[in-house]
């Protein structure tokens, strides 16, 4: 007879390994790695015996589409962020940094549900009812038929949302406590966080409940446990927001069921939080118009236009080695477009301090941001402002030339809308709307957006010479 195939598991980041050591060779943590046999479970005997498949019925990609069943919850941010609401049957993994309001939007959410006269079971492993109760009466959804309770074994979480009606939504608060009687291992580790999942998620597809699991984060930012829980639910959701501003951005990484890379804007008070329905007039709204140093970003987050503001500040350093500080963007691209400056438009920046901030907190990715970081760089080292009603957007490649990015149009008519007439953006722009010829300037090298700053100042200085 065989032997059952034994693997060892690290509890710490799920590295799988062949046999036990005392050190695990992916995180590099000691006595971490338990024995996990997949067959049964930790320390399980031979699983039973294996039976033949049999066929299952295949069918062609042609034939009628039904769009998935959806549960609005009347939260237009959150809506949107979802792709039109909580499809029935699915798992959802929200993750985000403690205290962030994660529980708060999703109490917020399960009392609008309630309000609406779905079923609702909120159950939470990390707070007494007491608890939950005081947070509920603090957001006005004390009043609403939200069931709760506080347990952390799956299997009881199981037997309780299965008795009666089926719910549609369930609320797990959060994933990291749960333990199973089925592994053998503290509520936390890898074995037991993808324990708790996978029987969640079948309950799930099983009665047609829309499930919802919260997820810690580690301290780089990522979920933690297995990264293939992320693999396993059909959404998953970061809950961004720095304690230092009032607004959180609800981001979409994963969604089989509607867009990615779509964000919700929310306003934390006192009385929960609040939808932001223009977060552009958020991130502009205490915006010097008249300091160097400054732009306009137009950016995209999914389908949502953004304007953003960024911030340079570009300083003689006393040091041997000038330093360079980044809040909000990618240090690597910075230093690119640094180089960049420097080698194809002469600007000198190598004996420079160089700070860069994008305000209010809020976090870019897209490569579009190029143009408008060198254009506060320059207008920092030159001590001119650039003109308050332009936005700039546009990618800087390694040789000086500024590549046409997407979504032309959408950024220039939310420009448009805020009040802004100008725009620099990179020449041959696909979809570039025909009302407006003359309120931008096309730059086809960085070269040329240097050019034009020094010109203005060489213009600001003989005016005030006559």
Request: glycine share 12%.
């Amino acid at each position: 007879m065989a032997r059952p195939k034994v693997q060892f598991v690290c509890q710490n980041c799920g590295t799988v390994h062949t046999r036990w050591a005392g050190k695990c060779d992916g995180c590099g943590e000691w006595n971490t790695i338990v024995e996990d046999d997949p067959a049964g479970g930790i320390g399980s005997g031979p699983g039973k015996p294996r039976t033949k498949g049999k066929p299952v019925a295949l069918t062609s990609l042609s034939g009628d589409i039904e769009d998935a069943p959806r549960i609005e919850t009347g939260i237009a941010e959150l809506d949107r962020v979802t792709g039109g609401g909580f499809v029935r049957g699915s798992a959802l993994l929200v993750g985000g940094d403690p205290g962030i309001g994660k529980s708060t939007l999703l109490m917020q959410a399960a009392a609008a549900l309630a309000r609406k006269g779905h079923s609702v079971i909120y159950v939470s492993g990390e707070e007494a009812v007491a608890q939950i109760r005081l947070r509920a009466q603090r957001l006005g959804a004390a009043d609403t038929d939200v069931m709760l309770a506080a347990e952390t074994n799956v299997e009881d979480i199981l037997a309780t949302v299965a008795q009666g009606n089926r719910p549609d939504l369930v609320i797990i608060d959060s994933i990291q406590t749960l333990w199973s009687d089925m592994a053998e291992s503290a509520p936390g580790t890898v074995t037991q966080v993808r324990t708790g999942a996978q029987a969640m998620i079948r309950f799930a597809k099983q009665t047609g409940a829309a499930v919802v699991l919260v997820g810690h984060v580690t301290k780089e930012g990522q979920i933690a446990g297995p990264r293939v829980v992320e693999h396993m639910v059909d959404a998953v959701l970061y809950f961004e927001g720095d304690r230092g501003h009032h607004y959180r951005i609800l981001r979409t990484v994963k969604n089989r069921f509607g867009p990615t890379d779509e964000i919700g804007v929310f306003e934390m008070s006192d009385k929960g939080l609040g939808e932001v329905a223009n977060p552009s007039e958020l991130f502009l709204g205490e915006r010097n118009e008249k300091a160097p140093g400054a732009s306009v970003f137009a950016g995209m987050e999914g389908t949502r236009p953004v304007l953003v503001e960024v911030q340079a500040l570009v300083a003689p350093s006393p040091l041997g080695t000038p330093r360079r500080a980044v809040v909000g963007w990618d240090s690597a691209r910075l230093s690119m477009v640094l180089a960049v400056l420097e080698a194809h438009c002469g600007v000198r920046l190598a004996q420079h301090d160089v700070y860069l901030n994008i305000a209010g907190g809020y976090r870019i990715s897209e490569p579009a941001a190029d143009l408008a970081v060198a254009s506060a760089l320059v207008s920092s080292l030159a001590g001119l402002a650039l003109p308050a009603d332009c936005v700039y957007f546009g990618e800087i490649s390694l040789s000086g030339a500024v590549r046409p990015v997407a979504h032309t149009a959408q950024r220039l008519k939310e420009a448009e809308k805020l009040g802004f007439g100008r725009a620099v953006l990179p020449k041959g722009s696909a979809d570039l709307p025909k009302s407006a010829n003359g309120s931008w300037n096309t730059v086809d090298a960085l070269a040329d957006l240097v050019v034009g700053i020094a010109g203005a100042k060489a213009q600001l200085a003989q005016d005030e010479d006559e």
